[in-house]
């Protein structure tokens, strides 16, 4: 069946809701076809902060894939700006065609607002806006560089922080006496500078931006008052304007913005619009909290509905990590208008409410904004609230006797209380999905919206959950790395990079870890994204490592070790296997055993034995061969055609040569190789995290096998016929999973949640990569390639093996 | 109080142990990363674990085999394990890490 023929010309944060209601509502109603001038479709785009900080990645924020597009049948233009629209033949034009359509949906957003100043044509000025823009940025975002961000808004301060946390010297310049000033009053602005002064943001207020100076780059820019500042890259936030041109040529109504009705109805009947391009009732609308109304409405007008738009109150929230600050209502002092103000100065909490008879009409808060929703609440139900008026300031905890209990202040909303501003979704709501089933942070999100769009609800939302599912409410969903701290393991990865912390005291401090020294769980995490990440500069902490990592030897249940000769490839000799049977004897080793990876293991070994043993094996020539740890362990090899008849490779030559290029490096988990001389497979190589099949042609290479707790067949990465090129695959896969993959999981994991297409993109499509990836490898190698045995065996170093006193014969006395 | 010199506060790294032998098996003497000193049996009561090669973190030690958290200062397992480890007085004096042999004794005579 052939529907309605809809055309969607912009794919942001509205009309991504109104498609969404729409395919839920009536998969079929339409045959719609959306155009988008950026080259992707719908992402989150009040997320743009935290990827130009670097907390997350872009790949987080997309809202709609490609996958989902598909799925529902919506025809994407991508990357296509619609030119014109010619309402009398019904058609949308763009460079490439025409596309007719029986209704259209206008939904272009704003444009940033430039300010005519001379210079605002040269490289190094951007707006922030899109991903493209937050993308420039994070190029420009050189350590050292300087950056002036031009308004000192919601927009120019997330640049602002996100940009300092990339560690450029960041200026504001803001024209007004204080930051934020349609949203925050003096006294929170000034606060709000502070906190922003101290992460070594210069705040210029007052400062009218005269010219960028430059010549073919912006190099300075100049104020009014004569100050100039250097400046590497311009960003200019002062504001935007509705995208209203295809509205304006097109002949329809437009004021400041394309002036809709209740119904989201243009002037003319086929056209709606929804988003920041629109005007209702003479207001425009810059948070996404009206918007998603709106494609609520403009959905059911399309399916022949009725439904009307009533513009809501909005709640604005900064989002700054560390800056906690919520404004809303009304708050300018006036006429019958009343304060309550509440300041804390040593701990930086400010917060006024603003009174109108006996209503609440507005409130600031910094500092402390736990409260912030039920104010928010108060205003928007014009709640009486004489009765309360005294203790109003503090909180809902206070009121009714409540016990000031983190979790009474979540537990005494009414169910209409709004917890999720940017979706409207109320507490009654979140409450009826928990009970229906939805136990994770995700289901809830998936069913209600709530925490989805901009986060900062999120951990209100885990307080509903909380409190609605008593001791059943396990930890949210999103896996924090450990009770030390709130973040994920993919964060802190990012962050350590992002903010380029070189230290476990750093970290710790930085990212706000709530123990003094971490724990057995976040450490060792820890101190292996920093030796991956700043392989030249941090020095390994010891005494962040597992004990088979610190002992450099597996410990046994009975805690004695194990030790393990490293046997190139699997290759070893006469003389080594004497070596290996002389230590044997002279340390009384109860077992002495062949293990899955082509190795010999000596068991049963006492610790204070072990440097002595190490030394008689490195007399040998033998080196440590690392069974103990997360990093390279074997390279399985069979005998191939130097003495096998099918043998097509030298495959024992070059698992010999891999483990050479491979041994001492750390990886987030262990990793194993195989290499097989044909296609029979004799060293098992496809359960490997890397195995190589040698053929007529050349080399097979695959990778995320497994054959542990689960077993699985490596998945096929690259084929060359160059042994050198093997090599290099090899070690630039495995260079990624060092700087990508979460602490603890192995290849397959890992390749399973990036994808296999990506990591080939990673390591054999983009050459430049791979060799980038393969430098960074040898430089981490420059470190870690050498044995650990020779270290501790040193003479000086044995004595800390042993016990530091005995005592023995003291205590028999 | 019998109190011995077993060796230098620098024997033990930061946020480490080190093992005194006695003739009823081993003790651990734990440095913090503050330089706080604590003694403790080094056996888990839960496998017998070596909790001298356990991770030190705070003021506590995780046992190497199974995770086991003990309180330094107690001996006492933390969370939902319930276990506890003898502990022994010991104090830092100029650079030098005193224990009681005193307790040390009564131990063995028990
Ligand atoms: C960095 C940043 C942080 C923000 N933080 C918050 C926040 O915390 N809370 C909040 O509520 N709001 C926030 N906002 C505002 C919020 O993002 C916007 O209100 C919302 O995205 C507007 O949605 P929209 O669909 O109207 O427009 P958009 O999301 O801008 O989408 C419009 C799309 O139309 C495309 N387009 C325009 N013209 C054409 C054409 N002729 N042909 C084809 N395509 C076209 C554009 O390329 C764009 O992709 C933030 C915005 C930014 C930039
Ligand atoms: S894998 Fe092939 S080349 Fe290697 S030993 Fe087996 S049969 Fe021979
Ligand atoms: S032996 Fe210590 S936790 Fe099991």
Redesign the interface.
């Known amino acids: 069946m052939m529907g309605e023929r809809l055309v969607v010309i912009g794919a942001g944060m509205a009309s991504g809701r109104v498609l969404e209601h729409l395919v839920e509502a009536a998969p079929d109603a339409f045959d719609i076809t959306l155009f988008n001038a950026e080259p992707r479709g719908n992402y989150n785009r009040i997320m743009l902060s935290p990827v130009l900080s670097g907390e997350k990645a872009y790949a987080e924020i997309v809202t709609h894939d490609a996958d989902w597009y598909a799925r529902h049948g919506i025809a994407t233009r991508f990357g296509e700006h619609v030119t014109r629209i010619d309402r009398a033949r019904r058609v949308v034009a763009t460079s490439r065609g025409e596309t007719p359509y029986d209704r259209l949906l206008i939904a272009t957003g704003s444009a940033p607002f430039i300010i005519p100043v001379p210079g605002r044509e040269l490289r190094g000025v951007v707006t922030y806006r899109d991903l493209d823009d937050t993308e420039a940025m994070i190029a420009a975002a050189k350590p050292g560089a300087k950056a002036v961000v031009i308004g000192g808004g919601l927009l120019g301060l997330e640049a602002a922080a996100g940009l300092a946390l990339r560690g450029m010297e960041v200026t504001v310049i803001h024209l007004m006496g204080h930051l934020m000033e349609r949203q925050l009053d003096p006294a929170a602005g000034y606060l709000l500078q502070k906190a922003l002064e101290a992460r070594g943001i210069r705040i210029h207020c007052k400062g009218a931006t005269k010219a960028i100076l430059g010549h073919d780059r912006a190099e300075a820019v100049l104020l009014e008052d004569g100050t100039t500042y250097g400046a590497d890259l311009v960003v200019m936030a002062v504001g935007i304007r509705p995208e209203t041109r295809l509205a304006t040529d097109a002949g329809l109504d437009v004021g400041r913005g394309i002036t809709v009705s209740d119904a989201m109805v243009t002037s003319d009947p086929a056209i709606l619009a929804v988003g920041e391009c629109v005007e209702h009732e003479r207001q425009l609308f810059g948070l996404v909290a009206p918007l998603y109304d709106q494609a609520k409405v403009a959905a059911a007008t399309l399916l022949g509905q009725e439904a009307a738009f009533r513009p809501v109150q909005t709640a604005t929230k900064l989002k700054v990590t560390g800056c906690d600050l919520f404004s809303a209502g009304d708050f300018a002092e006036g006429e019958g208008r009343e304060d309550i103000a509440f300041r804390d100065p040593a701990r930086g909490i400010y917060k006024r409410l603003v009174i109108k008879d006996d209503r609440l009409i507005g409130a600031v808060m910094y500092g402390d904004t736990a409260d912030g929703t039920w104010f928010f609440g108060l205003i928007k139900d014009a709640t009486d609230i004489a009765p309360m008026r005294d203790t109003l300031i503090f909180g809902p905890a206070h009121q009714g006797g409540a016990t000031p209990d983190p979790m009474a202040a979540v537990a005494a909303l009414p169910p209409e209380a709004e917890i999720c501003g940017c979706n409207g979704v109320c507490k009654g709501r979140i409450v009826e999905a928990v009970q229906g089933g939805a136990v994770t942070l995700d289901s809830v999100r998936a069913q209600t919206k709530a925490s989805s769009s901009c986060g900062t609800c999120t951990g209100l939302v885990e307080k509903v959950m909380a409190v609605t599912l008593g001791d059943a409410f396990a930890a949210p969903a999103k896996q924090t790395m450990c009770k030390c701290t709130d973040l994920g393991h993919e964060d802190v990865r990012r962050l350590i990079k992002a903010r380029a912390l070189k230290s476990i005291p750093a970290v710790m401090q930085e990212l706000g870890w709530k123990t003094p020294g971490g724990c057995h769980s976040c450490r060792p995490a820890l101190n292996y994204y920093l030796l991956a990440d700043w392989p030249l500069e941090y020095r390994d902490d010891r005494q962040s490592r597992f004990v088979n990592e610190r002992n450099h030897a597996n410990i046994q249940k009975d805690g004695t070790y194990s030790v393990v000769p490293r046997m190139w490839g699997g290759v070893t000799t006469p003389a080594e296997l004497r070596a290996i049977a002389d230590a044997a004897d002279k340390y009384g080793v109860p077992m002495v055993k062949v293990t899955g990876g082509q190795r010999i293991d000596l068991l049963g070994v006492k610790k204070e034995d072990l440097p002595a043993m190490w030394a008689d094996l490195n007399a040998a020539g033998m080196v440590s061969g690392h069974a103990y740890s997360k990093g390279l362990r074997t390279v399985k090899t069979c005998v191939g055609s130097e003495f096998c008849r099918f043998g097509t490779q030298d495959s024992t030559g070059l698992g010999i040569r891999l483990e050479k290029l491979l041994w001492g490096s750390w990886t987030p988990h262990k990793v194993k190789l195989g290499v097989s001389g044909c296609p029979r497979n004799c060293a098992e190589a496809t359960v490997k995290d890397v195995g190589i099949v040698c053929v007529d042609s050349g080399y097979q290479i695959s990778v995320a096998g497994a054959a542990g707790m689960e077993v699985k067949e490596t998945e096929f990465l690259a084929a060359t016929p160059s042994e050198d090129e093997a090599c290099e695959i090899t070690a630039a896969f495995i260079q990624l999973y060092r700087e990508q993959a979460k602490y603890l999981d192995r290849p397959y994991k890992w390749v399973a949640k990036v994808g296999l297409d990506w990591v080939k993109a990673q390591v054999v499509e983009d050459r430049a990569n791979r060799a980038a990836l393969f430098a960074r490898f040898e430089i981490s190698q420059s470190v870690y390639r050498k044995d650990p045995w020779a270290e501790h065996a040193k003479p000086e170093e044995r004595r800390l093996w042993s016990a530091m006193a005995d005592l023995s014969l003291e205590a028999a006395e | 109080m019998n109190w011995?010199d077993?060796?230098a506060l620098e024997?033990?790294?930061?946020?480490?142990a080190?093992?005194?032998?006695?003739?009823?098996g081993?003790v651990a003497?734990f440095r913090?990363?503050g330089d706080e000193v604590f003694a403790l049996d080094d056996r888990c009561p839960h496998?017998?674990?070596?909790l001298s090669?356990?991770?030190?973190?705070?003021a506590?030690v995780?046992c190497?085999?199974h995770?086991w958290?003990f309180d330094l200062a107690t001996g006492q397992a933390q969370g939902a394990d319930e276990g506890q480890v003898a502990t022994y007085p010991v104090r830092v004096q100029g650079g030098r890490i005193m224990?009681d042999?005193a307790r040390?004794?009564r131990?063995?005579a028990a």
Do not use: F, M
Request: glycine share 14%; net charge positive; charged share 15%.
């Open positions: 011995i077993i060796g024997d033990i790294p930061a946020q480490g080190r093992v005194i032998k006695t003739a009823k081993c003497v913090t990363a496998r017998g674990g070596p090669e356990g991770i030190v973190h705070g506590q995780t190497p085999l995770n958290v224990l042999a040390l004794q131990r063995s």
